[in-house]
């Protein structure tokens, strides 16, 4: 099992999921906080993202070979809507309509004609 989670195949799929989760925090994380002054803002999400870009790096250098990088660019897209969905839900309080559902369906159908190119 361990291996098979530090593939090429899987370990930059994790790592994506990772660094998303804090590039979420870094960018939209501060509007939970109005108050906040806009330098303090920019100065904890760039701190957030330093961490986004030391899983983000790795994810593509692993992961290039394995997939394209338009696979891997899609791979990172599909995964960071899925983790922007959770959090605007979850952490902002913003309700999804079927419009995002839909715009989300159609972003996912052009991921599948990416991982259908040779």
Do not use: D
């Amino acid at each position: 099992m361990i291996a098979f989670l530090g593939s090429a195949r899987v370990a930059p799929i994790l790592l994506l999921l990772v660094s998303n989760l804090f590039m979420t925090f870094a960018w939209y994380g501060h509007l939970k906080f109005p108050r906040l002054g806009m330098s303090t803002a920019i100065l904890m999400s760039w701190g957030i993202a330093l961490i986004e870009y030391c899983l983000a790096v790795p994810a593509n250098r692993i992961g290039y070979g394995v997939y394209s990088a338009a696979q891997l660019k899609t791979i990172q897209e599909v995964i960071t809507l899925l983790i922007f969905s959770g959090f605007s839900v979850f952490v902002l309080g913003e309700m999804l309509s079927w419009r995002h559902l839909l715009g989300f369906a159609l972003i996912a159908a052009g991921a599948f004609f990416i991982f259908q190119a040779k």
